[in-house]
């Protein structure tokens, strides 16, 4: 597509329940991002995926939080056991390359209820 | 590791003026990247500006502008001409790291552009 898509827009989850967020990149993108953005504040990282390489998971909050990116493209973030503190909005990224930027997707709003 | 401050929360400029917002970045990096996104209500984050660090030169955007000072690492943006469309949270960002290239931001500005 020509703009990385991101579902579903909204989520409205009971506490407890896991879900799952899709990032749909751009085509051709090797790099990929997630960023956890709550209420009124910055964008936190939290785990970036580049080609083949292993992924890096240093901003992942706790071991609720999983994501994979299969075939190099499509990437889920999986939230287990959700609480409250999660609710955010969870942004994705892909890039083709630092010097080319990155191009952000319109965010999955995670409300747990 | 890398870190980036913007030291304003919030700013106000009128219509038709001029605003700089300030950022200041730590690395340990030789090459990294800079850059500018915006994020109006919409949430969607749309990139402003960017600025390869080993280049001297300021870069230009229309209307927006940086100014780079690579030993202070200093990278404020400049916005002249003001517009009610420029209202937005505005975010310094910071990517870099050999192979990584992991993509930092800092806590942001809210801009307001009153009429």
């Known amino acids: 597509g020509a703009g990385v898509s991101q579902s579903p827009s909204n989520k409205v989850t009971e506490k407890g329940k896991d879900v799952e967020l899709r990032c749909d990149p751009i085509?051709?993108?090797?790099?990929l991002y997630w960023y956890r953005q709550s209420l009124g504040q910055g964008l936190e990282f939290l785990i970036y995926?580049?080609?083949?390489?292993?992924?890096?998971k240093s901003g992942l909050p706790s071991d609720r939080f999983s994501a994979e990116r299969t075939g190099g493209s499509v990437s889920t973030l999986t939230i287990q056991r959700t609480q409250q503190e999660d609710s955010a909005v969870y942004l994705c990224a892909s890039s083709l390359g630092q010097a080319v930027g990155y191009t952000f997707g319109s965010g999955t709003r995670l409300t747990v209820v | 590791a890398q870190t980036v401050t913007q030291s304003q929360p919030e700013m106000s400029v009128q219509e038709a003026e001029t605003v700089t917002l300030s950022c200041t970045y730590d690395?340990?990096?030789?090459?990294?990247?800079l850059f500018w996104y915006k994020q109006p209500p919409s949430r969607q984050m749309i990139l402003v500006i960017r600025?390869?660090?080993?280049?001297?030169q300021n870069a230009t955007e229309n209307r927006f502008s940086v100014n780079f000072q690579k030993a202070a690492k200093s990278f404020s943006l400049k916005i002249s001409d003001s517009q009610l469309g420029d209202t937005a949270m505005y975010f310094c960002g910071i990517s870099g790291g050999g192979s990584q290239g992991n993509l930092i931001f800092g806590k942001g500005t809210k801009l307001s552009v009153k009429p």
């Open positions: 600025q390869e660090a080993y280049k001297q």
């Open positions: 690395t340990s990096e030789n090459n990294y990247y």
């Open positions: 085509s051709g993108h090797t790099a």
């Open positions: 995926f580049q080609g083949n390489s292993a992924p890096d």
